[in-house]
Every structure is written in C-alpha cells, then in structure tokens.
C-alpha cells in the first residue's frame, strides 16, 4: 500500500519532468530567463542547455513513474517508525565504547604496551 507521501513525491516528480521535457522541445523563452538556466546556457549555449533540461525531465519523469509504481530502494519492508527505531537502536551495536576511556586507564595500556610485563601493578 502506497502512502499519501509517495504518490504526492512521484507526482511532482512526473508534472516537474513534463513540464522540463516541454520547456526544451518548445524552447520557452520564459524558462531560460531564469537564473540558473541562464547560467548553464552561458556555459553551453543555448543547444546545451536545452539538452540538459531535457535530460533533467526525463530523470524526474522516470523518478516519478518509478515512485509511482512503488519502487523504494531503502524500505527494506520496514514502515517509517521501524527505521527510527533501528537507526535509534544503533550505537548499543558498535564494538566501540561510547564512553572515553579514565586517564589511569590510558596509562595503564601505555605502560602495558611500551613496557610488557613491567608496568604499574593492579591495585
């Protein structure tokens, strides 16, 4: 089952990509004032930058389609709040110690290191 989100997502990723994809087949004038593609189209001419608004509609458009049949990559079969969870969970899983080490921890395992069986005894 699809959520609200995912059809909200997959749709204004198809309209956005449409809307990219006509802009560059009709040349719309109206969309290359603006300041980014202005900036593109000063670098590659104009014939580039309506190549690269085409290839930028036909990746929302394929996002869009995809999202909208229910591809997610990072659902894992899980809902929302069960990878809060998990990601929550995380750190009692590390191997490392969240606390720091004591200073008389850290010399004690600099003298056991440097000097073998020669360091500070266990009181």
Known sequence: MMSIADIFVGSVALILGTAALIAAMFNLEAVFQLPK???IENRF???GARICLAVLGLLL????CLVLVGFAPNA???TGQERILKM???PSLLPIPLQRPSRADKL?????AQLGTWGPREC
């Open 37 to 39: 593609a202005q900036a």
């Open 45 to 47: 001419g104009r014939k």
């Open 61 to 64: 458009v394929g996002l869009g």
């Open 76 to 78: 894992e079969g899980r």
């Open 88 to 90: 929550a969970t995380l």
């Open 108 to 112: 004690r395992h600099f003298f056991s």
